[in-house]
């Protein structure tokens, strides 16, 4: 016996000819000659489906760093929390920075689809991350092309004197300026 369970709202009834089984993503999405699918739209790292291997590779966009690595690990966990990924085949890929996992087989659906149609809804929670950095990133940089009053000063504004700040004149030190004491 089958158990069904809905969580929410009832999902209002269409006319038989209003259902629609499709389901629309936006990506940023090339094909290769090959046939496999490179998703570029996170800000960290690439995801390509490799269709003659039946796997998804996350490969870095720029440099390898910390924020690469768990890119590509908050990806394999969504998919692997998703079932669309063999949890025992995530591993790190041929190329330097890479990781890659095996896509589960299924007689039911079209594995690469679902995969696709996954990869899309973990970049939807991704999305306000790499939004923030983006408009973090011009906040700095409208505050130091163009600083708050409080921030800055008119040109005379400061007085000059002879001896200001850490470094007084006459008493510049090389590296070894006490090794003769030895």
Do not use: C
């Amino acid at each position: 016996m089958a158990v069904k369970v809905r969580i929410g709202e009832p999902k209002p009834e269409l006319a038989p000819e209003e259902q629609d089984n499709s389901i629309n993503v936006q990506l940023v999405v090339r094909k290769s000659l090959n046939g496999d699918i490179y998703i570029s739209d996170h800000s960290d790292i690439d995801i390509i489906i490799l269709k003659g291997k039946n796997k998804i590779l996350a490969i870095a966009k720029d440099l390898m760093s910390e924020l690469v690595y768990g890119a590509q690990d908050r990806l394999f966990t969504y998919l692997t929390k998703r079932g669309i990924v063999v949890p025992e085949s995530i591993q790190a890929g041929s190329v330097y920075g890479s990781m890659e996992a095996k896509i589960q087989n299924s007689t039911d659906f079209d594995a690469e689809n679902m995969a696709i149609v996954n990869i899309s809804r973990w970049m939807d929670s991704e999305r306000p991350y790499f939004e923030f950095m983006d408009e973090y990133e011009e906040m700095e940089m409208e505050r130091y092309v163009d600083p708050d009053e409080e921030d800055s000063t008119e040109l005379g504004e400061v007085p000059q004197e002879a001896e200001k700040g850490a470094l007084r004149p006459g008493y510049n030190y090389g590296p070894y300026w006490m090794s003769y004491t030895y």
